[in-house]
């Protein structure tokens, strides 16, 4: 008999019990496939990998290796875990970031269940945000994490 069976077997009668063999099989049970025209897509389990170069969305541009955030030209005032996090949520593809990538990501460690830190972050975040006209908003997916919008097309 496994180790997941005896525990299963333990934990009998006290509750609800799901058992599964990894996070992704756990978040398709969780969590309903979107339709397959949805346009928002949830980040792999692994992030994707970081960009090196500068990335943008429409007038906002984050260059991380030289340390600047730009508004129309107009440098912009991030911490470092900000710049980070805006660079991960604008750089390609523009997907659901969940809490467990956004931590891998920009603090480099794991996720342990605890998400204050990052909704410290993304509440600054937005607040240094709200005032660019037109500029990008970090919208929370609830239960899943965070993702912003596609830049606006200009005609």
Do not use: N
């Not at 799901?18 to 928002?40: N, T, W």
């Not at 480099?108 to 975040?125: E, F, N």
């Amino acid at each position: 008999m496994s180790m997941r069976e005896r525990v299963v077997r333990q934990l009998d009668g006290v509750g609800p019990v799901v058992s599964c063999a990894d996070l992704s099989e756990l978040r398709a049970m969780l969590l309903p496939s979107p339709p397959r025209d949805a346009a928002l897509t949830v980040a792999p389990v692994s992030p994707p990998a970081a960009q090196h170069g500068p990335v943008s969305w429409g007038e906002l541009v984050v260059d991380r290796a030289g340390h600047l955030v730009t508004w129309c030209g107009d440098p912009l005032p991030l911490t470092r875990t900000e710049r980070e996090l805006l660079a991960r949520l604008i750089g390609p593809p523009l997907v659901v970031w969940s809490y467990e990538q956004l931590f891998a990501a920009v603090w480099d460690s794991a996720y342990l269940g605890d998400t204050a830190i990052l909704h410290s972050a993304v509440k600054r975040l937005r607040q240094k945000l709200r005032g660019l006209p037109g500029g990008p908003r970090v919208h929370t997916v609830r239960g899943v994490g965070y993702r912003i919008d596609p830049p606006p097309r200009h005609a």
